[in-house]
Nanobody, 121 residues
Framework: QVHLVESGGGLVQPGGSLRLSCVAS????????MGWYRQAPGKERELVAG???????NYGDSVKGRFTISRDNAMNTVYLQMNSLKVEDTAAYYC???????????????WGQGTQVTVSS
């Protein structure tokens, strides 16, 4: 089993910055990809950013140029630096990992509980 714990959410004014962190723990043999998704009330969950173990990244169109995803493979941690935040970035942000655990025959997808980001003046 893999547990993902997010931190760093909160209330910020438009134009401000926040940094989210997500630590994966458990019987992890390897993590292939990690990422961040978000879900606003009444909307579907959407990809914010993803990163592979090799460092390749991809971003949702609405956050390109403002958000940066990074990863510490040794610490099984993924970060999301969010700059120039907008009101429309308000959502619950969820960490995601594609992980292989000891004794497992394949990769499974895991989710964190989410951390709330609210952008408001």
């Amino acid at each position: 089993q893999v547990h993902l714990v997010e931190s760093g959410g909160g209330l910020v004014q438009p134009g401000g910055s926040l940094r989210l962190s997500c630590v994966a723990s458990g019987s992890i043999f390897a993590i292939r990809a990690m990422g961040w998704y978000r879900q606003a009330p009444g909307k579907e969950r959407e990809l914010v950013a993803g990163i592979t173990s090799g460092g390749n990244t991809n971003y949702g169109d609405s956050v390109k140029g403002r958000f940066t995803i990074s990863r510490d493979n040794a610490m099984n941690t993924v970060y999301l630096q969010m700059n120039s935040l907008k009101v429309e970035d308000t959502a619950a942000y969820y960490c995601n990992a594609d992980a292989l655990t000891y004794g497992s025959t394949g990769y499974d997808e895991y989710w964190g509980q989410g951390t709330q980001v609210t952008v408001s003046s």
